[in-house]
């Protein structure tokens, strides 16, 4: 079992900057692929970013590549998301989620179904 607690969302201009951070707690951080999903009010939740369990690959979203940054630090059991160039379609919950089970590779660490713990999610609001 693994817990996980996000923090850093909030209220941010477009064109701002936000990093968003998911500690974990439970189990041995390095065991888990991590990964940021978001869902945005009436959508359903979709891939954002994920890393790999020693943080050497990373695999984004072809709407964030470029503006958002996918970090781990297997000391602290933490991931982080830091979002630069917010838009307005960026505004969403954003969630964490591990997964202890599947292998890394950058088509199943994108779906949601891989990953067996989640967090409550943080709200992250742009405006235009």
């Known amino acids: 079992q693994v817990q996980l607690v996000e923090s850093g969302g909030g209220l941010v201009q477009a064109g701002g900057s936000l990093r968003l951070s998911c500690a974990a707690s439970?189990?041995?951080?390095?065991?888990?692929?991590m990964g940021w999903f978001r869902q945005a009010p009436g959508k359903e939740r979709e891939f954002v970013t994920a890393?790999?369990?020693?943080?050497?690959?990373?695999v984004y979203a072809d709407s964030v590549k470029g503006r958002f940054t996918i970090s781990r630090d297997n000391v602290k059991n933490t991931v982080y998301l830091q979002m630069n160039s917010l838009e307005p379609e960026d505004t969403a919950v954003y969630y964490c989620?591990?997964?202890?089970?599947?292998?890394?590779?950058?088509?199943?660490?994108?779906?949601?179904?891989?990953?067996?713990?989640w967090g409550q999610g943080t709200q992250v609001t742009v405006s235009s």
């Open positions: 890393i790999s369990r020693s943080g050497t690959a990373t």
């Open positions: 439970g189990r041995t951080f390095s065991s888990y692929v």
């Open positions: 989620a591990a997964d202890f089970n599947t292998s890394w590779d950058t088509t199943t660490s994108a779906t949601s179904a891989a990953y067996d713990y």
